[in-house]
């Protein structure tokens, strides 16, 4: 009996020790928790590591095919996604040394418009092969050209009709009658209208930097041309009289000259100093059609 009730005891005592134990390892956990999360609050939000991204370079293959035989040309390989027709152009002209960029016309299909110098090959492409139908588009010229050879033609033709050469009229005739002022007046007006041409095509219009072929060139300064001769050839000519009416229709001719010259005011701002000035420049509305120029 007297074991029995020592055995209880000790039993009892162990189950208050490991309560104790426990107890005093809940205690230690929950003292753990609190100053692991007093941490966490104090050091802020967690920061996750930098993703790596790998750009990875799309690259596309050209098939250039021509337009009429349907026949390979070449293929223009290792084009990135952000390269444009202009860029194919070039590495074209590479591979072809006889067509020159400006004489390229691609297309997206056969028969269908020509596509843009600035159009992406990652607008048009839809797979990694894209296949351009080639037409060559001939001799090309610059529209600044153009311009440039129709004002300048006009000017020097008028004056060498207006110096008489004996080329053209009569020597003797010729110093034997002196000019009327109106042909004076008539020189002066042609060579004005035409140097404001010359100078707003060089410093007032924006012109567009395609190209245009050759026979457009070629009919252009044969009408500038044609008609400042046909022109010319009258009003210099020794047996030139005057006008009808007199002095009161040169002077309403003078008015509608002037009238019909556009005066437009233009903003230039000096980087220099910052401040903005003002002039005056006569200017006409020319070759505002298809956007080849636009005026400041």
């Not at 297309?107 to 843009?116: S, V």
């Not at 894209?130 to 001939?138: E, S």
């Not at 009327?180 to 219009?205: D, G, K, Q, S, W």
């Not at 009408?223 to 050839?233: E, L, P, Q, R, V």
Request: glycine residues 4%; contains cysteine; charged residues 15%.
């Amino acid at each position: 009996m007297f074991k029995r009730h020592r055995s209880l005891t000790s039993e009892r005592k162990r189950e208050i020790f490991s309560q104790g134990v426990t107890r005093s390892m809940l205690r230690n956990d929950l003292r753990n928790f609190h100053c692991l999360s007093q941490l966490v609050l104090s050091a802020g939000p967690l920061k996750s590591a930098p993703v790596s991204k790998h750009s990875k370079t799309v690259h596309f293959e050209i098939e250039i095919l021509d337009a009429q035989t349907r026949k390979q040309i070449c293929i223009v390989d290792k084009v990135v996604q952000t390269s444009t027709i202009h860029d194919v152009k070039q590495k074209f002209h590479k591979e072809c040394p006889k067509w020159y960029p400006s004489q390229v016309g691609l297309q997206l299909e056969q028969g269908g418009p020509f596509l843009k110098d600035y159009i992406t090959i990652q607008s048009i492409a839809a797979s990694s092969i894209v296949t351009l139908y080639f037409t060559d588009l001939g001799q090309q010229v610059s529209w600044t050209t153009v311009f440039l050879a129709e004002y300048t033609g006009p000017l020097l033709i008028y004056l060498l009709f207006y110096l008489r050469i004996p080329y053209i009229y009569d020597m003797k005739e010729s110093s034997r009658r002196l000019r009327h002022p109106v042909v004076h007046l008539a020189c002066f007006c042609h060579c004005i209208h035409y140097i404001r041409y010359l100078l707003e095509t060089l410093f007032v219009h924006k012109v567009s930097s395609g190209h245009t072929p050759l026979k457009n060139l070629i009919k252009g300064c044969a009408f500038y041309w044609g008609f400042t001769s046909w022109i010319a050839y009258y009003i210099n000519h020794p047996q030139y009289t005057p006008p009808s009416f007199g002095n009161r229709q040169v002077a309403v001719s003078a008015i509608n000259f002037l009238e019909l010259m556009h005066v437009f005011q233009v903003q230039i701002i000096t980087p220099s100093h910052g401040c903005f000035s003002w002039c005056h420049v006569l200017t006409t509305p020319t070759r505002l059609d298809h956007g080849l120029v636009s005026q400041s």
